[in-house]
C-alpha cells in the first residue's frame, strides 16, 4: 500500500542543519493525502465512520509534518480536511457534531476577519514562546468553493431543525457562492452545484407556503438539470427526475416515476 510504503521509507525531503533533525520526528506530509485519497473511496463506498478516521488521522499528521517539514504546497488542504470531517458527521448522521463543524468552519475562516482576502495564498504567523511559525492560509478560490459548500450542508442541518428563515439565508448564501465559482471555473453559472443549492432554496420556500417562489427555484433547477443530464436517460436522469418530482409536490401533481426504457 501506498501508505505503508511512505511510513517505512519515510520520503524526507533532502534538507540540512535544524529542519532535518525536526523532520526525524515526523511521518512525511505526503501521508496525510494518502490518507485523505482512502477517505475518500471509502466514502463513495458509504463507509462514513472508517472515512472519519483516515480524514482525522490525515489532520493530524499534516497539522504536525507539514510545519516540521517546511511545506506550504498545499495551504487549503486544512480547510478541506475539516470540511470533509463535518460532512462526513452529517452522513452518520450525527447531526450536532455535524452542525458544530460547519459553525466552527464558518467562524474561523468566514467570519469578518477574513472578508479582505486577496485571490492569492496567504499566511498566520503564531509566536509561542519565543519560536515563530508560519502557517499558510487558504487560497482564495479554494476557500470560496468550500464555503459553499458549508453552507448549503449547514442549511441542509437547519432546515431539518425546522430552522427555515436560517436554512433559507444560507442557501442564498450558498448559491451566490456557488455561482461565482461556477463563473470563475467553468464560465458559465449552470453547474450541478448550484441546481443542487436551487432544490435547498424551493424545498424551503415549499415548507413555508411560498409556492410561486419554490416553483421558480425548482424550474431554474431543472433547467440546469437538463443541460448537463445523460442523453440517453431523457427524463430518467436522476437530477431532472428529482426537479421534476419536486416541481409536480409543489403543484400537487402526482409525482413522476422512473420510466424503463
Known amino acids: 500500500k501506498a501508505e505503508d510504503q511512505y511510513r517505512h521509507h519515510g520520503l524526507r525531503l533532502s534538507q540540512t542543519g535544524d529542519e532535518e533533525e525536526d523532520t526525524k520526528t515526523h511521518v512525511h506530509p505526503e501521508i496525510s493525502k494518502v490518507l485523505e485519497n482512502q477517505g475518500l473511496i471509502l466514502r463513495m463506498m458509504g463507509n462514513h465512520e472508517h472515512a472519519l478516521g483516515k480524514y482525522k488521522e490525515a489532520m493530524e499528521v499534516w497539522e504536525t509534518s507539514s510545519k516540521a517539514y517546511g511545506l506550504q504546497d498545499d495551504p487549503d488542504k486544512g480547510l478541506k480536511l475539516q470540511v470533509s470531517i463535518a460532512d462526513c458527521y452529517q452522513s452518520m448522521e450525527e447531526i450536532g ?23 492569492t495564498t496567504t499566511t498566520t504567523t503564531t509566536t509561542t514562546d519565543n519560536n515563530s511559525t508560519t502557517t499558510p492560509k487558504p487560497t482564495n478560490t479554494s476557500k470560496i468553493a468550500l464555503e459553499g459548500v458549508v453552507k448549503h450542508n ?37 453547474h450541478p452545484e448550484v441546481a443542487k443549492t436551487l432544490n435547498g432554496i424551493g424545498a424551503v420556500h415549499a415548507t413555508l407556503g411560498n409556492t410561486s417562489e419554490a416553483l421558480s427555484y425548482f424550474r431554474e433547477s431543472l433547467l440546469i438539470a437538463r443541460i448537463h443530464a445523460d442523453a440517453d436517460l431523457g427524463d430518467n436522469d436522476p437530477n431532472i427526475l428529482h426537479a421534476l418530482r419536486n416541481i409536480a409536490i409543489v403543484k400537487g401533481e402526482k409525482p413522476p416515476t422512473f420510466t424503463a426504457p
Open 154 to 190: 449547514l442549511g441542509q442541518i437547519y432546515s431539518q431543525q425546522g430552522k427555515h428563515e436560517e436554512a433559507l439565508e444560507l442557501f442564498l448564501d450558498a448559491y451566490h457562492v456557488k455561482r461565482k465559482v461556477a463563473k470563475m471555473e467553468h464560465g458559465d453559472e449552470a
Open 97 to 119: 457534531l455535524a452542525q458544530g463543524e460547519y459553525e466552527r468552519i464558518l467562524t474561523e475562516y468566514y467570519g469578518k476577519d477574513n472578508d479582505e482576502e486577496d485571490n
